[in-house]
């Protein structure tokens, strides 16, 4: 029927050839993210070099090309409040920057507000991409699957930091054209904070914490495609490694967020892996402590000082302060990336975006993340397919770590935690468009088929003649 919608399985938008899709382009955005230093970036472009914000808003600029091309977006409408917040988000942006810029700015508050709104935008790219770019289940698999493989790798890198005491990236500035700003591994006591390719260990913390809850729902899969035996169990393997980087990060952010990360998974977990999993995890984390002497004690050290250490009172302090910069301009803020740290340091992007965005930018964002746990939750719950609700959870769990995490330091200010946040709530969005079509739709046509079976064998038994019954949409001739 022309004009009429089609199923998620043979829907073609935004997939022009297999080799150039949304899954390769946005694993190609993961790849920039993750395996390059987010502190690298061209050196003619200063902060608007970062090679993971550039593919983003070449993102961007594919997703607003392939919209013109309505005769290939005739599917199956899907709502998604993922997307609306994050264009409600864009939108307060670019009014509080006008507004910034009318009222007047230093020179020096000018290029950071640009430089933060194109920011934005690139993770535009990467949402919009992800929510409908991404429209069977075999693609999300591929990209859990990846996703889980570069946190794997990840946490390896922080090892090896925490290990040599080297940072083991620094080959990246001395590539042509290429230039580093501060960052690398820090030192916390005796032991080093490794960063792996992140500019800061609290950057790091939110990236393990992110990934975590995939690599659990990818192991219990077995991979998401049935392996089995040693093939299976190496799908363990990332979730020891974030495990393990998780305690050796010293950081009581990256502590909360594992904790967090494992709390929230065990209701997903079959009834029979449950224990297992739980116990396996206790052991190895009391196996990482009783290898690395005095680890211990550093960490009781960190929460028993909670309250009265200069980070936390930073956070205090700032709460304390922030109704008087929020007061200036309640609804819009001063600007996206105007809000500079000479003024204040809040080490908590919560009250950030407040102060940048107004009070209608922190709602704008709050808005994303309830319309990406909604979206993922509500999506796993009517697919009928365990897999689909095991994978609607984990990313659920992904985006409540995330704003939990915000709190602890200025998130949106790094390009790891705000390139996985606005990539997992891609996912969450994707995730509803397959669940409500793709499952769905083979859903719809197995209980027809049933109800066609058990009519007919009705019938059979009254000694009736069958009846065929047309599907919608089927051709009667």
Known sequence: MAGSAISARRHNALRRSKAFNATTMITVYLVLLLAIPSNVGFA???????????????????????????????????RQPVRLAMGALLVIALV???AAMLRGQPMDQVSPAMTSLLRLLSWAGVLLVTVEGVRTWNELVILLRRLTVAGALLAALGLAQFATGQTLTDFFASIPGLSASAGGIDARGTFIRPSATASHPLEYGVALSAILPVAIATAISRGFRGA????????WAPVA?????????????????????????????????????????????????????????????????TGTDASSLSRTNGLERAPDFIATSPLFGAGFGTFLPRYYIFDN????????????????????????????????????????????????????SIAVLLAFFDGLSFPIAGGLLFLIAGLCGALRTIGQTSFGHVAATERLARAEEEGAGTRRARGMRPVRVRREGSDPH
């Open 241 to 305: 490694l974030i495990t393990a980087s998780s305690f050796l990060a010293v950081s009581r952010s990256a502590l909360i967020g594992f904790v967090l990360a494992i709390v929230l998974m065990i209701p997903a977990l079959p009834r029979q892996a449950r224990l297992p999993a739980v116990v396996g995890g206790g052991l190895l984390a009391v196996g990482v402590v009783v290898a690395v002497p005095g680890l211990f004690w550093t960490m009781v050290g960190l929460f028993a000082s």
């Open 349 to 400: 992007q919560w009250v950030l975006i407040a102060v940048e965005l107004g009070l209608l930018g922190a709602a704008a964002l709050a808005a994303v993340f309830v319309g990406a746990i909604w979206s993922a939750l509500a999506s796993g719950r009517r697919a009928e397919d365990a897999r689909v609700a095991l994978v609607g959870h984990a990313l659920a769990v992904a985006m409540v």
């Open 44 to 78: 003619p472009l200063g902060s608007l070099g970062r090679p993971s914000m550039l593919w983003g808003l070449a993102l961007l600029v594919f997703w607003l090309l392939s919209r013109l091309q309505t005769a290939d977006l005739a599917t199956r409408a899907v």
């Open 96 to 98: 509080s920057y006008a």
């Open 228 to 235: 089995r035996g040693a093939a299976a169990a190496l799908w």
